[in-house]
C-alpha cells in the first residue's frame, strides 16, 4: 500500500520515529535500532515502508532502504518469526550481516537479536539459505567466500578463530578475502590482523 515515505522527523524513541509529510501529516513508524539513530528530529528523512495488518491495529515499519525492507519481507515469511522478531534481529544485523550468517550456518550470531532462542536461529538460517540471493546483490561472493572455507585450511582456521571466541560470521568475513591455499596458521594470523586493525 505504502511504498515510502518522505517528509521531517517531529518524534524519535527507542522504538519508532514519526514522520511529517509535507500534507502535514505525520506517521509513526516501527523501526530497527540502526535506522533511529541515524535520524534527527527537524531534519528530512526518507523511509521505504512496510504495513502490518492484524484484527485490531495498523502498524507501520520504516526501513533506510530497500534491502532492509526486503530482508524483513524474507524474515517474517520465516515460521516462528513475528515483526517485533524481524525489527530484532535487523537492529543486530544489516542485511549484509545477516547474509554473511546465513551462508556461514552461523546462528549463534543470530541469537544476539532479542527474541531469538537457538532454534528459532538454526530454521533462520536454514529458511533464508538460497532465499537472499533474491535481494543481496553480493550474496553470490559471500556464499563462495563461505564455501571456499570448506578446504581444509580454511575450515581449520575458521574452527580456531571460532575457538578464540570470533563468531562463524565474523571468522568467514575475515577469511573471505584471503588466499585459502595458504596454511591455516597464516589464515589464522593474517585473519586476526583485519580483525584486529
Known amino acids: 500500500m505504502f511504498y515510502s515515505i ?3 522527523v517531529v518524534h524519535a524513541d527507542a522504538l519508532s520515529a514519526a514522520v511529517e509529510t509535507s500534507a502535514g501529516v505525520a506517521f509513526r513508524l ?3 535500532r540502526g535506522v ?3 535520524l534527527r528530529i527537524g531534519e528530512s528523512a526518507l523511509l521505504y515502508t512496510h504495513l502490518l495488518v492484524s484484527d485490531d491495529s495498523l502498524k507501520l515499519c520504516g526501513f533506510a532502504d530497500t534491502a532492509e525492507l ?3 519481507k524474507l524474515l517474517l515469511g520465516v515460521t516462528g518469526v513475528g515483526a517485533r522478531v524481524a525489527l ?3 537492529s543486530e544485523l544489516s ?3 545477516l547474509a554473511l550468517c546465513v551462508a556461514a550456518s552461523d546462528a549463534k550470531s543470530i541469537q544476539a537479536a532479542q527474541g531469538v532462542g537457538s532454534k528459532l536461529a538454526q530454521r533462520i538460517v536454514l529458511e533464508l539459505k538460497g ?3 533474491e535481494i543481496h546483490g553480493d550474496y553470490d561472493a559471500v ?3 563461505a564455501q571456499g572455507l570448506g578446504s581444509s585450511q580454511g575450515g581449520e582456521a575458521l574452527e580456531a578463530l571460532c575457538a578464540l571466541g570470533y563468531s562463524r560470521a565474523q571468522g568467514a568475513q575475515a577469511l573471505a578475502g584471503l588466499d585459502s591455499a595458504q596454511s591455516a596458521d597464516v589464515l589464522i594470523r593474517q585473519a586476526l590482523r583485519l580483525m584486529n586493525a
Open 30 to 32: 516501527l523501526c530497527p
Open 88 to 90: 530484532g534481529i535487523l
Open 131 to 133: 532465499k537472499l540471493s
Open 70 to 72: 526486503d530482508t524483513f
Open 6 to 8: 518522505s517528509g521531517i
Open 143 to 145: 556464499m563462495n567466500a
Open 36 to 38: 533511529l539513530s541515524n
Open 95 to 97: 542485511p549484509d550481516k
